[in-house]
């Protein structure tokens, strides 16, 4: 088992776990401890617990002592000088002419380094500044660019809600904020109401969204109808933080929206929507089918019984075992395709300046051969007289 204490060493930043080292340590005391960076001050937030070894949990720095008066005299001492670095490097940043604004100033404990945080709208060559600053300092310069969140925390201010910002106050860690949590907590979407004094979105946006997701999927979507104890209705609105559920009850020519508690609405199916509205419609043409009567029986249905296809479907196989009502179908079907030429078949005619046998005509045309009776080497034209006097 191992004890760990939570320690913070800058003002509303993130809380780091040390082991207290078989030290005596409460919350809001002063402690000096190694860190990945040197010797730093710090205060206790979080008081002792207890971990196994292999958790995670568990530090891997260790707390040296507990913060002596000189020790306090030291930090007091660093806080001064970083307000007057803060006015050098201010001075520095004009004579430069960079386009940077200095945020913080912060000094190692034991006066190794001085860290300069400033903002920008881009990259910044920054180093001869850090050449000059190390000229007038004489220890190690950094200077780290920061973002607009990182900002807020560090000044401090007061929200639109008009206490101290979170960031601030007890967030030791930015969540990442969308504009669709916005959009589904019903809030406004203009920028003024719903940013911080950061510029981006406010960081409670993300407090309730588990609460709507979890509620949104049990309630009904919009549009929806839903059963209530007025009868049905349509789903105009929700109120996610009471759960009730605003229901548009249409009564002939008029409609009323009520609010309803979610325990008292229920979904319709689908199906039973549909039903309803075949029943509606039925009732409006006059005609009603009482649940689980029959259908009327058709000559056209081909599920009836008297449907005599079905009939000689079914006695296929029994009464023409050998296939004869197949055989007999084919000379039918040959015969029809000689009367009926298919499309697209050429269609032989007649030739006059030939001698053609004899061949099946019309009866008018057929009455006036037997009268004829042309012979097959008689000429063509004394035939065709002969057919003109016979018709008239």
Request: charged letters at 30%; hydrophobic letters at 30%.
């Amino acid at each position: 088992m191992a004890t760990i204490v939570g320690i913070q060493f800058q003002k509303n930043g993130k809380i780091y776990n040390f082991d207290v080292n078989n030290l005596e340590v409460k919350p809001d005391d002063y402690v000096v401890a190694d860190t990945g960076h040197g010797i730093d001050l710090g205060q206790v937030v979080v008081g002792c617990r207890h971990v196994e070894d292999t958790d995670s949990a568990v530090a891997q720095k260790k707390l040296i002592r507990i913060a002596t008066e000189k020790d306090l005299q030291t930090s007091a001492e660093n806080r001064e000088k970083e307000r007057e670095a803060f006015t050098v490097c201010q001075k520095k940043i004009a004579e430069h002419k960079l386009d940077m604004k200095l945020v913080s100033v912060e000094y190692a404990f034991d006066n190794s380094k001085a860290l300069f945080y400033f903002t920008a709208n881009g990259r910044v060559d920054f180093r001869s500044l850090v050449k000059d600053l190390a000229s007038v300092f004489k220890m190690r310069i950094e200077l780290r660019q920061i973002g607009v969140r990182d900002e807020a925390r560090m000044i401090g201010g007061l929200g639109p809600c008009g206490r101290q910002i979170c960031c601030g106050s007890f967030l030791d860690e930015f969540q990442p904020v969308s504009i669709k949590m916005a959009k589904e907590q019903n809030l406004s979407l203009n920028p003024t109401k719903i940013s911080g004094v950061c510029g981006r979105l406010m960081c409670c946006l993300k407090y309730e969204q588990d609460h709507y997701e979890q509620t949104r999927k049990i309630m009904p979507r919009i549009g929806k109808e839903v059963s209530t104890p007025d009868g049905t209705g349509t789903v105009s609105d929700l109120n996610i933080v009471k759960e009730t559920v605003f229901v548009r009850i249409t009564n002939g020519d008029s409609s009323e929206i009520k609010e309803y508690p979610l325990e008292k609405v229920e979904r319709i199916n689908s199906s039973e929507i549909h039903q309803t509205a075949d029943r509606k419609e039925n009732a409006a043409n006059g005609e009603v089918h009482p649940e689980g009567a029959p259908e009327a029986e058709t000559g056209n249905d081909s599920k009836g019984k008297g449907n005599p296809q079905r009939e000689n479907r079914g006695k296929k196989g029994q009464n023409n075992p050998s296939g004869q009502n197949r055989n007999q179908r084919k000379p039918e079907k040959q015969e029809t395709a000689k009367k009926n030429p298919a499309l697209g078949k050429p269609v032989m005619r007649e030739n006059p300046n030939r001698n053609v046998p004899k061949q099946e005509t019309a009866p008018a045309v057929e009455a006036a051969e037997e009268k004829t009776e042309v012979s097959s080497g008689s000429n063509w034209a004394e035939a065709v007289r002969k057919a003109i006097d016979s018709i008239n």
